[in-house]
């Protein structure tokens, strides 16, 4: 039986356990870094200020990709690495990371015409070592897209990446590496890094409990990884005064499946700016992203979409399926995200464009503390191995594990039952793993109205994943509040049936919880305000 959050707070309270590392964020690069620490027979704990996967790696695009327009403006290393590393998470967990078809429709007198975007394809192709490169005529073009606009229109490009639940998938990686022996606590904030009088190296780090309150502690530590995207300088002030973290967010609007069925991922630059934007199934749902802009909100706010983005974002519908008649009326739920980008001064002092911004991460080393910033959801593994290799300085005793070990262990042998699709076993399979009996002995295995989420993987996840607030389970755990109109809000009553007897709240608190989570959700993945914020 797993410890429960309050056992592991109470363990490091009074335990006083000694750690080699402590990693500080729990979102992508945090569990990454967990996940190849404790893999490798380190003493690894885990902290989050708020929830797993609370900031940027909930509100990504979804997308596990190479990022063929970083090859388009030359980032060669970086999309290597991530192709690679697409084909591999693709492989070790079929069902948590998904082939995405991708089509881009080429319209006459538009950049980049089907001659030049086949070139980049054969070369991101063979990067890849797996062709899958395809030019369709317009009537072909039609076939795989119904109802794309076709005037002008001359050609088509296909091409696979991949697609996931970017939660669900922080989730699967901390879970493997509290497999391997890591510790790791949600709601659990670092106040200040301990560091040693005289060498001024980091010895450990002051914690603080964001549920219960109470004293802060100390834990000991021989390296810390400051995985705090956006917040990382917060932590860590660079030497280097024109390398810093320019938030960018990322914006989304999830639209229902009957309004907009798209089969894969239907791309164009946007009329506007000429950036790349996309609709993509997910989840029962179609979604029509991205924006890239400056935030420039407190970070400690929920990033919310701007009515802007919102009619930035339609244009996409209008422009691609301009039958549809896709309005504002048809949005069920908008999310945002903030990318920690870092940016380097211009030689002019100007800032470049959002969407020219550089994705390669950064990592800053100072006296037993690592700094991350930058880098891409599909090259988690990269950049913690990246991190460790550095630890094997100040540990000469440690030795980081065989690059070529898995990231997720096998998918458990279990018999498909009857009840099930075969799709969603397969999302099920890959979801989970390992624990995927445990998540069948939880409850009920028919599906919550209008999704393909088992009543099954809530009870699971109230009892497992570390719940703390209602919005951890319908925004994190699973995706409810993203999928269901209205946050998932006529379900509430069932909801409550399964999942407040295992969270253990009495009916103050369930109510206390419920407002909670519907106003986190009315503030900032409903529809904006024509003020300019999610209201």
């Known amino acids: 039986m797993p410890k429960t959050r309050a056992q592991k707070l109470e363990q490091l309270r009074t335990g006083h356990p000694e750690f080699d590392i402590v990693v500080i964020g729990g979102g992508i690069t945090g569990a990454g870094i967990a996940r190849e620490a ?9 902290v989050e200020q708020r929830d797993f996967s609370w900031g940027t790696s909930s509100r990504s695009s979804k997308m596990v990709h190479g990022g063929l327009r ?45 001659g030049l975007f086949q070139i980049l394809l054969r070369v991101y192709d063979r990067i890849a070592r797996n062709p899958s490169r395809q030019r369709l005529s317009p009537a072909e073009t039609l076939q795989w897209v119904p109802g794309l606009a076709t005037d002008n229109l001359v050609a088509a490009s296909g091409f696979t990446d991949a697609v996931t639940d970017d939660s669900r998938l922080v989730q699967r990686v901390i879970e493997e590496a509290e497999a391997d022996g890591a510790m790791c606590l949600n709601y659990l904030q670092a106040d200040s890094i301990l560091r040693d009088e005289d060498t001024s190296a980091a010895t450990g780090v002051q914690l603080r409990d964001n549920v219960a309150g109470g004293p802060a502690f100390t834990v000991n530590t021989r390296l810390v990884a400051n995985a705090t995207g956006a917040w990382a300088q917060s932590l860590q002030k660079t030497d280097n005064d024109s390398s810093r973290i320019r938030p960018l967010r990322g914006s989304h609007l999830v639209l229902p499946f009957s309004r907009l069925p798209v089969s894969c991922s239907v791309s164009l630059f946007h009329p506007q700016d000429g950036r790349p934007v996309f609709a993509f199934p ?6 029509l992203g991205t924006t890239d802009l400056d935030h420039d909100e ?14 930035y974002l339609l244009q996409i519908s209008e422009t691609l399926f301009p039958a549809s008649g896709i309005s504002e009326n048809d949005i069920i739920a908008t999310w945002a995200g903030v990318r920690p980008v870092v940016t380097e001064q211009s030689s002019s002092g100007k800032p470049v464009k959002p969407s020219k911004e550089n994705r390669e991460h950064v990592i800053w080393y100072e006296s037993g503390l690592a700094s991350i910033a930058g880098g891409k959801l599909t090259t988690f593994r990269l950049i913690a191995r990246e991190v460790l290799e550095k630890a094997q300085d100040l540990m000469p005793d440690f030795s980081l594990r065989d690059n070529a070990a898995r990231v997720f262990s096998p998918i458990a042998e279990l018999d498909r039952p009857e009840s099930i699709s075969h799709h969603n076993w397969k999302r099920l399979q890959g979801f989970y793993g390992p624990a995927l009996a445990s998540v069948l002995n939880a409850g009920a295995h028919d599906t919550v109205p209008h999704s393909e989420t088992l009543w099954a993987e809530l009870a699971w996840a109230a009892a497992n994943t570390g719940v703390v607030h209602l919005d951890d389970l319908l925004l994190r755990r699973t995706r409810l509040g993203l999928t269901l109109p209205s946050g998932a809000s006529e379900v509430l009553p069932d909801i409550r ?39």
């Open 70 to 114: 970083y090859l388009g403006s030359g980032q060669f290393n970086l999309t290597r690495d991530a192709v690679r590393e697409r084909e591999r998470l693709m492989e070790e967990a079929p069902g948590l990371i998904d082939p995405l078809r991708f089509i881009m429709p080429h319209y006459r007198k538009q950049f980049p015409g089907p």
């Open 38 to 46: 404790a893999g490798s027979g380190l003493r690894t704990l885990l």
């Open 497 to 535: 049936k399964v999942c407040q007897p295992i969270l253990g709240w009495n009916d103050d608190t369930w109510e206390r919880e419920q407002n909670r989570y519907l106003g986190i959700w009315q503030s900032s993945y409903s529809l904006p305000s024509v003020g300019g914020d999610a209201t």
């Open 282 to 287: 997910w989840q029962g749902t179609t979604v």
């Open 298 to 311: 407190e970070l400690s706010r929920e990033p919310a979409v701007t009515r802007e983005e919102m009619n």
